[in-house]
């Protein structure tokens, strides 16, 4: 058995790191994918629409909307490059990655002709608007609701932890539309226009970074019907493959194994002890970021076979990646000493081993997941 990228596979690799460096922009760190200023988002939007004319924002989409058909693989490794350079797509990993093909998968015809140009052109930002105050690991908790008078949803609720909400176009947005259903029916998918009248985005401050997350008011909010991604009430089958896909679509631990790199140059650079102690703890970290990869690329294989039905392997994926990056952060601590709160890029680990066991399904979640789809062990 071959593990080895192939020849066209290494020459992508080397292509999305040429681009990086051409249109990058050299004063873009750790924390710029926050876009916490409008100069960032400007960069960031640039930056995705000089990959997108290379072919190199959604090369693995179908040709028909914008891509070139390549494998997940190519995915992958255009995610391992991005987020090893601070992810200079911003938040756009996530309309390509996941709402994108959400559209392709469920889409109207005017749908997909209004959202997948705009997104394989590198010209929006999408938010999700998942979570709420009281639903968030129950996410079929939700309360905010979307109720229909004639050709409009009218949304009224509150959504929470909503990353990157205050640079969004588009939110794609989950509201209850059929309140008397089962806590799992009667949910929809909105893809709504982020100017709408009645929407209040408000920052919540937090060690994360200024922009990470944000509380987001839906008052009164007219969505035109058009907007429904879907059948009505029946948002969840959408909703599980979208998270199985966030799951494994952000190749954190590249990121996470680069910035344990920087940690022991640093370290060394810095006069700090580097004996057989702090090779060991080294080596242990390099390991997990190691193990998260292959964890991660097991999670690859099984979204190309798996099609619509369970996917394990994301949440396997998702706690490695957890696990490596406490490894990572705690590893930088012991190597670095304090001035590992003042180094950009293991402060950006510290507080990402906090912040990534929590989104996207949260670490004890994901345990659950592989307790139960895994082992098979009884629930609870
Ligand atoms: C940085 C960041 C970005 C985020 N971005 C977004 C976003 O863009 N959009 C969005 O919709 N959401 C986002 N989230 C929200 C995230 O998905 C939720 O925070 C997460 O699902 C947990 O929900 P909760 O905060 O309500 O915690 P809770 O569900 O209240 O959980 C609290 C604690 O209880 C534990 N727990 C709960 N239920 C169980 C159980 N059954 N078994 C074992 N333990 C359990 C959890 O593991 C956790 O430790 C983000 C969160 C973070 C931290």
């Not at 009164?220 to 966030?246: I, M, P, T």
């Not at 910035?259 to 370290?267: F, G, H, T, Y």
Request: charged share 20%; glycine share 8%; net charge negative.
């Amino acid at each position: 058995m071959n593990f080895e990228w192939t020849a066209e596979e290494q020459a992508f690799r080397e292509a999305v790191r040429d681009a990086i460096a051409r249109y990058g922009s050299p004063e873009w760190g750790p924390r710029d994918f926050e876009l916490t200023t409008p100069e960032l988002a400007e960069t960031c939007r640039a930056f995705c629409r000089a990959l997108a004319k290379e072919g190199l924002l959604t090369p693995n989409w179908p040709k028909e909307y914008g891509g070139r058909d390549a494998s997940p693989w190519e995915q992958l490794i255009l995610s391992e490059e991005m987020h090893g350079a601070f992810e200079p797509r911003g938040p756009q990993y996530m309309n390509v990655n996941w709402i994108g093909p959400a559209i392709m998968a469920y889409g109207t015809p005017r749908q997909k002709e209004l959202h997948l140009p705009l997104i394989a052109n590198g010209d929006v930002f999408w938010c999700q608007g998942f979570s709420e105050p009281d639903a968030g690991s129950d996410l079929s908790a939700m309360r905010t609701a979307a109720v229909r008078d004639g050709d409009t949803y009218v949304v009224n609720g509150q959504k929470i932890w909503t990353s990157y909400a205050h640079a969004a176009d588009y939110c794609f947005l989950l509201a209850r539309t059929d309140p008397t259903a089962e806590a799992r029916r009667g949910i929809s998918a909105l893809l709504v226009p982020m100017d709408s009248a009645g929407i209040e985005v408000r920052t919540i401050p937090n060690i994360a970074g200024a922009h990470v997350i944000h509380e987001v008011f839906f008052r009164d909010v007219h969505v035109d019907a058009s907007c429904l991604l879907g059948a009505e009430n029946d948002g969840w089958a959408l909703v599980l493959n979208s998270l199985a896909n966030e799951r494994i679509g952000i190749a954190r631990f590249e990121r996470s194994a680069r910035a344990l790199d920087a940690a022991v140059a640093n370290a060394r650079q810095a006069g700090r002890p580097f004996g057989p102690c702090e090779k060991e703890l080294a080596g242990r970290a390099l390991a997990y970021n190691e193990v998260a990869r292959v964890l991660n690329y097991a999670a690859v294989q099984e979204r190309i076979s798996a099609g619509e039905g369970p996917r394990p392997a994301a949440s396997i994926s998702r706690v490695a990646t957890v696990t490596a990056i406490r490894r990572t952060a705690e590893t930088s601590l012991e190597l670095l000493g304090q001035p590992a709160l003042v180094d950009p890029e293991a402060d950006e680990q510290l507080a990402t081993a906090t912040t990534v066991a929590i989104a996207a399904g949260s670490y004890e979640m994901q345990l659950n997941n592989v307790a139960r789809l895994s082992l098979n062990l009884p629930k609870g």
